[in-house]
Structure formats: structure tokens, C-alpha cells
């Protein structure tokens, strides 16, 4: 496509529910990152994937949350038992390049999970 | 860790009016710096990337300059106009990751 997709728009979960945030970047962008935005607060790192290789998750909030990204191209960022501080916009960006001199990177529109 | 910290937190300006948007950050060791509007509900619209060996950016009414060594970045708007009104990104890279502060919120008043 000609722009980062994320699937659901919209998710609301129940407190203690398992759920699936979907990123599909830009074709043949290396990098990926996933972002956790909290209302009215500016987006916080969360994961960088360079292909398939999860190369930084420093900014997984608990073990409650992982990502992954099998064949280097879609990503799905987990969060199991969601707990009402989970609820914020997650935000997936890619960019096609790799390490030193990383430019511009591109943003879906991200996801609004709303743990209940 | 990079700090990145945006002034002021809040704008509200009648239209018309130019207007400059703050951005520091505490590394200068950065690769490159670039400004983004967010819309309510919507993703990031890139707006102005500067790479670190630049000194500014312009585009259309918009003008963003950079002074890595003193850690600083500002956007400038010119003649602004409602459909202006944002929240405005400063978001700074470095190696694997980039950086954002937490935003601008601009209103432009017709």
C-alpha cells in the first residue's frame, strides 16, 4: 500500500483480555517501530524491528507485552491480561533505512485500545 | 536519555498571526530532526525533516531551523490560518530510535 496500515482503528477490550495490534509498513521498509501515546503526552518507544530481528524492546512496559515480526514485513504488537493503564493509541512507524544515520520514518494512524 | 522538551505547551493566536514553536532537546548528538502536525483521531503528517548537517527547512508557510549545538529546533508559521490548528511534534533521532517531545497544541481563531 502506499502508506504504514494498522488494524484494528479501534479496540476495546475488557480488563484481563488478550489482545492483537497489526502493522503492515511501507513494502520494503527495514525498520519498524511500535510507539505507546497516552492522552495528551507525546508518543513513548516501545520495540524496533531491522527486518525480522527485534534489535531494541527497552521499552516494553512488562513481560505482558511482545512483538514480533516473522518474515521482516508485518508486525503484531501482543498484550495479554490488559489492565486499564494499557489504554492509549499505539502508534507503528517504518522507515527504509537501517542504523546510523536512521531519517525519515513514516506513521500509521494508529490504535486506540480502550481497556474497560 | 534524550529529553525532549517543546514550549509552549498550548497556542491559541487569531488568524493571521506568525508564530514560532520551541523545541530543546538535551543530546546534540543527533542524526536528524523532523516536525509533524497530529490531527485528533488521526496519525502523524510529517511536515519538515532537517538532517543534522542542515540548518533549516522551509516548506510553503513553514520554516523550521536547527542549532544542534545548542540543542534547539524551532517552526516557524507563517500567516496562519484555522486549518493550521494541531498538535504540533518535535521528534529527534537518534541511532534506533527517535525521540518525541510532548507537543504543541496550536488553535488558530478565525
Same mark, same amino acid.
Given at each position: 500500500?502506499?502508506?504504514?496500515? /494498522?488494524?484494528?482503528?479501534?479496540?476495546?477490550?475488557?480488563?484481563?483480555?488478550?489482545?492483537?495490534?497489526?502493522?503492515?509498513? &511501507?513494502?520494503?521498509?527495514? +525498520?519498524?517501530?511500535?510507539?505507546?501515546?497516552?492522552?495528551? /503526552?507525546?508518543?513513548?518507544?516501545? *520495540?524496533?524491528?531491522?527486518?525480522?530481528?527485534?534489535?531494541?524492546?527497552?521499552? #516494553?512496559?512488562?513481560?505482558?507485552?511482545?512483538?514480533?515480526?516473522?518474515?521482516?514485513?508485518?508486525?503484531?504488537?501482543?498484550?495479554?491480561? *490488559?489492565?486499564?493503564?494499557? +489504554?492509549?493509541?499505539? #502508534?507503528?512507524?517504518?522507515?527504509?533505512?537501517?542504523?546510523?544515520? =536512521? *531519517?525519515?520514518?513514516?506513521?500509521?494512524?494508529?490504535?486506540?485500545?480502550?481497556?474497560? | 536519555?534524550?529529553?525532549?522538551?517543546?514550549?509552549?505547551?498550548?497556542?491559541?493566536?487569531?488568524?493571521?498571526?506568525?508564530?514560532?514553536?520551541?523545541? +530543546?532537546?538535551?543530546?546534540?548528538? &543527533?542524526?536528524?530532526?523532523?516536525?509533524?502536525?497530529?490531527?485528533?483521531?488521526?496519525?502523524?503528517?510529517?511536515?519538515?525533516? &532537517?538532517?543534522?548537517?542542515?540548518?533549516?527547512?522551509?516548506?510553503?508557510?513553514?520554516?523550521?531551523? =536547527?542549532?544542534?549545538?545548542?540543542?534547539?529546533? *524551532?517552526?516557524?508559521?507563517?500567516?496562519?490560518?484555522?486549518?493550521?490548528?494541531?498538535?504540533?511534534?518535535?521528534?529527534?533521532?537518534?541511532?534506533?530510535?527517535?525521540?518525541?517531545?510532548?507537543?504543541?497544541?496550536?488553535?488558530?481563531?478565525?
Amino acid at each position: 500500500g502506499a502508506g504504514v496500515s /494498522q488494524s484494528p482503528r479501534y479496540k476495546v477490550a475488557k480488563r484481563g483480555q488478550d489482545v492483537a495490534l497489526r502493522c503492515d509498513p &511501507i513494502s520494503g521498509h527495514v +525498520s519498524l517501530f511500535w510507539y505507546q501515546q497516552a492522552l495528551g /503526552q507525546g508518543p513513548e518507544f516501545l *520495540t524496533y524491528f531491522q527486518n525480522e530481528a527485534q534489535l531494541d524492546k527497552s521499552g #516494553l512496559p512488562s513481560d505482558r507485552f511482545f512483538a514480533e515480526r516473522p518474515e521482516g514485513s508485518v508486525s503484531t504488537l501482543k498484550i495479554q491480561r *490488559t489492565q486499564q493503564e494499557d +489504554s492509549a493509541v499505539y #502508534l507503528c512507524a517504518s522507515s527504509p533505512q537501517r542504523g546510523p544515520g =536512521l *531519517t525519515e520514518a513514516f506513521f500509521g494512524q494508529g490504535t486506540r485500545l480502550t481497556v474497560v | 536519555k534524550q529529553e525532549v522538551t517543546q514550549i509552549p505547551a498550548a497556542l491559541s493566536v487569531p488568524e493571521g498571526e506568525n508564530l514560532v514553536l520551541n523545541c +530543546s532537546f538535551t543530546d546534540s548528538a &543527533i542524526y536528524n530532526l523532523q516536525w509533524f502536525r497530529q490531527d485528533p483521531g488521526k496519525g502523524l503528517t510529517s511536515l519538515l525533516l &532537517i538532517q543534522s548537517s542542515q540548518r533549516e527547512q522551509t516548506s510553503g508557510r513553514l520554516n523550521a531551523s =536547527l542549532d544542534k549545538s545548542s540543542g534547539r529546533s *524551532t517552526l516557524y508559521i507563517a500567516a496562519s490560518q484555522p486549518g493550521d490548528s494541531a498538535t504540533y511534534l518535535c521528534v529527534v533521532y537518534n541511532f534506533n530510535k527517535f525521540y518525541f517531545g510532548s507537543g504543541t497544541k496550536l488553535n488558530v481563531k478565525p
